[in-house]
């Protein structure tokens, strides 16, 4: 009765790890079907890293994605410690909010954010102050706080929020980006502006350097 059990253990064990790594191996493909000008061109874009970088590294989040913040709180600092800050990559963030009306506003007030040249300040404190999907912590009057925290001048925040001259460029990304395959967050693709890799997912921060590595050449 022990060794049935065991063997039975061990089935399940071994079950579960093909399991696992069919889902990693399932989240990466490489395509050459995407034409550069389409991914990385959308205007308003802000570029994180040297402009110049050899690879450029496009992540779809959605603020209140909670792979999207398990990502930005784990992998991203570490991507930006060895490769952003070194110049071998640059880092554009491309809205994709799935989570309805809160994540397009918190998307609007990031690009109220980059007016003023503090967007990348303003979209690390929304990550840092994530508190789940469609739990409510996106407000009007907590967008107003995390500006106040990034330094912004709230007099111009504050016309820009309520003129709602961003909500047109936050649909465009979310429509364009479906249109070239993106359909969850995160999603990625690393690209030397020839060769494309995506990446789905909050995958382990070795998946990133792999793909780096092969995208690099």
């Not at 410690?81 to 071998?88: D, K």
């Amino acid at each position: 009765m022990y060794q049935k059990c065991v063997k039975i253990y061990i089935i399940i064990i071994v079950a579960v790890a093909v399991i696992t790594s069919t889902t990693y191996l399932l989240s990466f493909s490489s395509s050459n079907d995407y034409n550069s000008s389409d991914i990385i061109n959308l205007q308003n874009s802000v570029p994180l890293g040297d402009a110049d970088a050899p690879l450029t590294m496009l992540e779809w989040g959605d603020y209140q994605c909670t792979h999207c913040y398990r990502f930005h709180q784990t992998t991203l600092d570490i991507l930006k410690g060895e490769y952003v800050n070194t110049g071998a990559l640059r880092i554009i963030f491309y809205d994709f909010p799935l989570n309805g009306q809160d994540s397009v506003l918190a998307a609007q007030a990031s690009h109220c954010a980059a007016d003023q040249q503090l967007y990348w300040e303003y979209h690390d404190i929304l990550y840092e102050n994530w508190a789940g999907e469609k739990t409510g912590w996106i407000t009007p009057l907590s967008l107003y706080g995390f500006a106040l925290d990034a330094g912004l001048d709230i007099s111009k925040y504050n016309d820009c929020v309520a003129s709602g001259q961003h909500l047109e460029y936050v649909q465009k990304s979310y429509t364009e980006s479906q249109n070239i395959g993106i359909d969850a967050t995160p999603s990625f693709i690393i690209t030397n502006g020839t060769h494309h890799v995506k990446i789905v997912g909050n995958q382990p921060y070795e998946a990133f350097v792999s793909t780096i590595q092969d995208v690099f050449g």
